[in-house]
């Protein structure tokens, strides 16, 4: 019998976060994947730089591959170092993969990372989330409900 997956992941160090992400897209449900990285990735991760503002995934030949994530060069690495922005493999199960595949051929939707983060075993990992775009009359009603929000915890705080 499989274990249950927890609702939020384990992240004990967060390198780069998609902010972006959840005001353009909604967000469907959300998956975390292991990325295939060499050692100089790793360790340049593990300094904080790296960021996945432009990036995207996608599903091509039965794998799914995290695309335009940048990850400067390790300052020390020698010739053996990295290229900043290759496309990486991402780890899932292959019904994931599966039901990717289909969500994103089928239903039109996009695979947006939020997150790169080291979990408590100290693996890399990517919080990758199936999104359907948002419109711009979708985003200025968001505006609306975050500024509402703010505005009613300001009441709240100057009255209680």
């Known amino acids: 019998m499989a274990r249950p997956r927890p609702a ?16 353009d897209y909604f967000i469907e449900q959300t998956y975390e994947a292991g990325l295939v990285l060499t050692g100089t990735e790793v360790k340049s991760l593990r300094f904080g730089e790296g960021s996945i503002a ?3 995934a996608e599903v091509k030949d039965e794998a ?12 020390h690495g020698n010739r053996f170092n990295h290229e900043a922005k290759r ?5 899932l199960h292959e019904r ?12 039109g939707m996009t695979l947006v990372p939020l997150s790169v983060y080291f979990n408590g075993k100290g693996r890399a990992k990517v919080e ?10 979708d985003k200025r009603e968001t505006i ?8 009613q915890s300001r009441i709240l705080r100057d009255r209680g």
Request: net charge positive.
């Open 8 to 23: 939020t992941f384990d992240k004990v160090k967060t390198v780069a976060e998609n902010r972006r992400a959840r005001f």
């Open 54 to 56: 432009e990036a995207y």
């Open 64 to 75: 799914v591959w995290l695309v335009n994530a940048n990850i400067p060069e390790f300052s």
């Open 87 to 91: 496309p990486r493999k991402l780890l």
């Open 96 to 107: 994931e993969i599966n039901k990717l595949h289909g969500a994103v051929a089928r239903e």
């Open 128 to 137: 990758l989330a199936l999104a359907k775009g948002k419109k711009t009359h």
């Open 144 to 151: 609306k409900e975050r500024d509402w929000k703010r505005e």
